[in-house]
């Protein structure tokens, strides 16, 4: 089966700096990878997500970059604020098949 | 559009009692997740459905755990009898139907189960 790793599992920013997450899948046959925020105490939230015919996705201040022969992908999101404190975690998956997640990264934005 | 619905929002049991979380994915959705999240084991697939067909159960713990969707718009999970090391947030999240790749899932606001 898929294995997801992400990293770091812990990131501290200064507001306004970048924060940057790393993903690495197993499964070449993996076609979709969705990021998900999760605020204390909620439930997980799509924020962005990208398929594998494409490199980059970009909305806003989050950017999502696909590297399908190295297998990784990240999240990046520029111009931090505290709000985007929270834990994320990125997935892999393929058509009709589970969504293997990652171990999730906590990141915490410092005013 | 009112999202993955869940009840209850918080149960607190006793060891050895029967416990049914309850589910009802968004509309139009076809496929249906439980997944359970600690602090230890991050977030866990227990089982999925897809057109209320159980497709992957190889996460259920053991045997006192079990799942259903009687039809599109309901599922349980229940746990008979529980135990303390159950304790934890239970998710149920839906999908619509998807092409050649998945569609996301759409998580509901869980269930956080506390065994004593």
């Known amino acids: 089966g898929e294995n997801v790793e992400q990293h770091p599992s812990t990131l501290s920013v200064q507001e306004g700096d970048s924060a940057v997450i790393k993903c690495t899948y197993s499964?070449?046959?993996?076609?979709?990878f969705p990021w998900y925020k999760q605020e204390l105490g909620k439930r997980p939230q799509l924020i962005i997500d990208?398929?594998?015919?494409?490199g980059e996705k970009k909305d806003q201040r989050i950017a999502v970059t696909l590297n399908k022969t190295a297998k990784h992908f990240s999240l990046h999101i520029t111009e931090t604020q505290p709000e985007d404190s929270a834990v994320y975690f990125c997935?892999?998956?393929?058509?009709?098949?589970?969504?293997?997640f990652g171990t999730g990264t906590s990141l915490t934005v410092i005013p | 559009d009112a999202g993955v619905i869940q009840s209850p929002r918080h149960e607190v049991t006793e060891m050895g009692q029967e416990v049914t979380l309850r589910c009802k994915p968004i509309?139009?959705?076809?496929?249906l997740f439980w997944y359970r999240q600690t602090m230890m084991r991050g977030l866990e697939l227990l089982i999925y459905?897809?057109?209320?067909?159980?497709?992957?159960d190889s996460g259920m713990p053991e045997d006192r755990f079990s799942a259903k969707m009687p039809n599109a718009s309901f599922s349980t999970l229940k746990i008979q009898p529980s135990e303390p090391r159950d304790s934890a947030v239970y998710f149920c999240?839906?999908?619509?139907?998807?092409?050649?790749?998945?569609?996301?899932?759409?998580f509901g606001n869980g269930t956080r189960l506390t065994v004593t």
């Open positions: 997935a892999a998956s393929k058509a009709g098949n589970q969504f293997y």
């Open positions: 990208i398929r594998s015919n494409v």
């Open positions: 999240a839906s999908s619509p139907p998807q092409s050649s790749y998945n569609s996301p899932l759409h």
């Open positions: 499964d070449s046959a993996s076609n979709y």
């Open positions: 509309s139009g959705h076809n496929s």
């Open positions: 459905f897809n057109n209320n067909v159980p497709i992957d």
